[in-house]
């Protein structure tokens, strides 16, 4: 992609990760590798977020936490699992209290691998994100219109009736 | 009396990238009691030793936290060292000491700008973390690796850094060391920094003993003590002093922090001006079968490995106290009577990791 149309904002959480690739999230903002510059916000109100990053696997503890958060984010959204935890759960896949990769829990957009994820493939990732986001927004923007046209049909519909009446 | 009210904090908020929930009882602005309750990232990886092989269980054991990774990794390999009575080659023991020292400088960058983040200062945090960067060059260098690099084995480490290089980590920390003055000036001098940390968060030495504090948390209340001091890896061959302040307010926990920035930077000049030639790792017989714990200064404070044998290649039990753990009474304590503005920043003086307390 040689540029991109929109800065998306960007919503972190670490569901049961080691730290590892959430401070590689944050590298990601800081002057080496500096995503900002691309006006991409690392916000901590969902609402606020196009883009949800989720390190680390899902457990009972936290799989309410990640689906509240992905179901608060306006449409359209996008879900990028960073490390190889958020694909899988990885090196802990066999722990008690692990119940797996974060699409156990929502469904995940962008699969980031790595342990722990560079920042360079966080941003791939993130990139890759974008795509799927502008098609997102396409599909969103015909079924919107669509439904207006349902409403308005409805509406009409009702009215003819209610003259019928 | 004014009416009180909880205001939950967390586990998603924007202060700390990691979940912790926090029941905040509030008296108007006051912080009246703080209620912790953790859980979000437990993993239960010390059940793993039952499915591990005791060599390998050291990548487990080195994803309890990714910030302090090298540590957890020695600390294992100490405690199942200690049980086998492995004698590790010296150059091995310099080598280690060289990778934590440079963990405990990234850890405490890291922490400062986070801290910098915390108080609104948000180009100071953006500094620290590309001051960060050299020393995770340096990682990816000699180990491969930029957060956790697996290079500690049970017996001794897997890659050895020649002289050169040595001296090359040498030459670039020394021009660190500017760079990171700078910034120590701005968090000594600057007035709103101070303004924000100078009597905030207070911990007395009584109180501090009292909830068992470690680290830099201890040190800051004026309690000596710093794990190492007992002994272990190189440090018996580098004289050292554990950095001491007498304030025990956020600002004496982050002059603690700035000051073990630069003595690390003394500590690894000294271990390369004294690093021994020879072989890097022992070898490795038999299984383990007695008990044996180890201690570990950790960038937190002071961590706890204990480890059992079964005869077997898998051992019995395995067990890690961290020194997020032990702090946190003590994070209460200094959240009681705060102002609810504060309270991001105290939670952030104990250096909270999260994903060690859990594990």
């Known amino acids: ?165 | 009396m004014s009416k009180r009210t909880v205001i939950p904090f967390g586990p998603q908020h924007p202060v700390l990238p990691e979940p912790v929930h926090l029941d905040l009882v509030i008296e108007d602005e006051k912080v009246v009691e703080a209620v912790p309750s953790i859980g979000f990232v437990h993993r239960g990886l010390e059940k793993l030793v039952e499915k591990r092989e005791f060599p390998e269980m050291v990548y487990v054991i080195e994803r309890i936290c990714g910030i302090c990774s090298f540590g957890h990794g020695w600390g294992y390999c100490r405690s199942v060292e200690g049980n086998m009575s492995i004698e590790i080659p010296d150059r091995a023991q310099f080598l280690r000491t060289i990778w934590h020292e440079l963990s405990r400088i990234h850890s405490h960058l890291m922490w400062l700008g986070l801290l910098a983040d915390a108080f609104g200062f948000e180009s100071l945090f953006m500094h620290c973390w590309r001051v960060r960067e050299t020393i995770l060059d340096i990682f990816e260098e000699t180990t491969g690796g930029r957060v956790i690099f697996s290079v500690c084995k049970v017996g001794g480490v897997r890659r050895d850094i020649d002289g050169e290089e040595l001296k090359r980590i040498v030459d670039i920390l020394a021009k660190l060391k500017d760079e990171i003055k700078k910034l120590a000036d701005v968090f000594f001098d600057d007035y709103s920094v101070r303004n924000r940390l100078c009597g905030v968060g207070y911990l007395s030495k009584e109180d501090a003993k009292e909830l068992c504090a470690v680290g830099p948390m201890a040190r800051a209340s004026g309690i000596r003590q710093d794990m190492r001091l007992d002994g272990h890896g190189a440090y018996p061959y580098l004289d050292f002093e554990p950095v001491l302040e007498e304030g025990g307010d956020s600002y004496a926990r982050c002059k603690v922090r700035i000051r073990e920035v630069f003595q690390s930077i003394e500590l690894i000049a000294k271990a390369v001006k004294r690093i021994p030639v020879g072989e890097i790792s022992a070898p490795v017989k038999g299984n383990p079968s007695g008990e044996f714990i180890a201690r570990m200064e950790q960038p937190r404070g002071e961590a706890y490995y204990y480890s059992k044998g079964s005869g077997s290649k898998f051992l019995a039990r395995m067990r890690v106290r961290t020194p997020t753990n032990m702090n946190i009474p003590a994070m209460v304590k200094t959240l009681q009577g705060c102002d609810l503005a504060d309270v991001p920043m105290l939670i952030l003086t104990i250096d909270p990791c999260i994903s060690c307390t859990e594990r």
């Open chain 1, 1 to 165: 992609m040689s540029y991109v149309t929109k800065s998306p904002w960007i919503i972190h959480y670490d569901g049961s990760s080691c730290n590892g690739c959430d401070i590689e999230v944050l590298a990601c903002l800081t002057p080496m590798y500096d995503v900002e510059r691309f006006g991409v916000i690392n916000t901590g109100n969902p609402k606020h977020a196009d883009i949800f990053l989720v390190t680390g696997s899902v457990n009972a503890q936290n799989i309410s936490v990640v689906k509240q958060i992905y179901e608060q984010m306006p449409r359209p959204k996008v879900v990028v699992a960073v490390g190889i935890c958020a694909a899988s759960a990885g090196i802990f896949k066999e722990c008690y209290n692990i119940i797996g990769g974060v699409d156990k829990a929502i469904p995940v957009d962008v699969y980031v691998p790595g342990c722990a994820a560079r920042p360079e493939a966080i941003i791939d990732g993130v990139v890759k994100g974008l795509s799927v986001l502008e098609e997102k927004r396409k599909s969103l923007k015909e079924e919107l219109a669509a439904e207006t046209v349902k409403a308005g049909m409805d509406f009409k519909a009702e009215g003819e009736e209610r003259e019928g009446a």
